[in-house]
């Protein structure tokens, strides 16, 4: 499971430097708004790049696109693309985002039993738009922007 592996993997980066050329203050991105930090702290384990979240997030753009077409053929990419990582940001968002956390993994609830279903039910796209607004809901609560589709 990728979650016993990531225990094993060391932690490159815990805290993020912030002002390097002097008069402190938080690192700012192009806007000045404040830079997404680089890893979330996961308890018991390293902490989870960003980017891992983000990339499920660009995933679930296809995901959903995909949930409207044919929603018959969705149920394999979605359990080998973005579904691990959603759980991941679940539990990364839980300490201090519960509310996300339990949002997002109702929305995946409903929409992993649609994809099961044989035929998949006919709200099935519009469950994929919930779970990508559900993912994006939890990664903006993390300061963390969300990939536009």
Known sequence: MKTVARAAVPVAVMVLVAACGGGGGSSRAAGGRPSPPASLPLKGAAPVPTSELTSAAA???????????SP?????????????ALHLLAAVAAPGHGQQA??????MLSYEADIAAHPPPPQTGTDADALLRAVDDTLTALG???PAC
């Open 59 to 69: 995933q679930m753009c296809g995901i959903v696109a995909q949930s409207h077409q």
């Open 72 to 84: 018959g053929t969705v149920l394999q990419p979605f359990y080998a693309g973005p579904h691990d």
């Open 102 to 107: 339990q949002q997002l993994l109702n929305v």
């Open 144 to 146: 963390v922007p969300a």
